[in-house]
């Protein structure tokens, strides 16, 4: 057990110097690829032309893991800590703009995989397992929230009561518009386009539009005979 603890305090330790000596360096050809090189030492695993500028904050480092061609840009947070098992899967040509937070809890595995755009200050937390599809778009200042606070209580302070976590999926190909905020539990099917503002409470269908609090489906992108063609395989 003390092993365990003086090998994480290490590995934090070594997380924190890296970062600080390396995060601040001016965003140019050569303070990105001082980053990159000394990145390699403490992340899970960092790919090939990755762009990360400075003012990044990274904490559980051993947790994340940035495939190709990733862009990240200042005032991002990305929290892997709080758990070994924990994981954060940048898949290749993401890009994540100013102010984006992604943090995890105990037991949570983000994945945003290829060719996914999340816009400025969106805000996506576990503990719940968030699984973003590919070509997705996320529009600015919105929320991917995979939990719930208990409250049956009303004698015990809710922070007090716990939380529920079961996972939100989003699929391929997905738009949210500005300012959407998706709840624990659900699933937006491959192609949705989501209005924004909307609150997503439950399962929206495939190639689906919808909008409003709570989100509800207007109309179909594709014809029926369409919809029945077999998904595709990944």
């Known amino acids: 057990m003390n092993h365990k603890k003086n090998s994480s305090k290490w590995q934090r330790l ?28 403490i992340f899970a695993q960092i790919g090939s032309s990755v762009y990360i500028q400075n003012g990044v904050e990274f904490m559980g480092t051993s947790c994340i893991e940035i495939a190709n061609g990733v862009y990240i840009f200042k005032g991002v947070r990305i ?6 098992n924990n994981r954060v899967i940048l898949g290749n040509g993401v ?20 060719d996914t755009f999340i816009g400025p200050d969106v805000c996506i937390e576990g503990p719940g397992d968030i699984k973003i599809g590919k070509h997705c ?7 991917i929230y995979a939990n719930n606070h208990n409250f049956a209580d009303p004698m015990e302070p ?3 009561q716990g939380v ?10 997905c738009w949210l518009g500005h300012g959407v905020t998706v709840l624990d539990g659900v699933t937006i099917g ?41 998904a595709e395989k990944s």
């Not at 929290?79 to 070994?84: A, L, N």
């Open 14 to 41: 070594q997380e924190v110097l890296v970062t600080t000596l390396l995060g601040e360096l001016p965003t140019i050809a050569l303070g990105a690829k001082l980053r990159n090189f000394g990145y390699r030492s």
């Open 79 to 84: 929290d892997g800590k709080g758990h070994q």
């Open 95 to 114: 890009a994540i703009e100013r102010n984006v937070d992604i943090g995890c809890l105990e037991d949570t595995c983000i994945h945003i995989d290829d």
């Open 137 to 143: 778009m996320i529009a600015a200042h919105s929320g």
């Open 158 to 160: 809710i922070k007090y």
């Open 164 to 173: 529920t976590r079961k996972g939100i999926v989003i699929e391929d190909d």
């Open 190 to 230: 491959k192609g949705s386009v989501i209005g924004a503002g909307a609150v997503v409470n439950k399962d929206i269908p495939p190639f689906s539009v919808a909008v409003g609090l709570p989100a509800r489906v207007i109309k179909s992108r594709i014809s029926r005979d369409i919809a029945k063609l077999p």
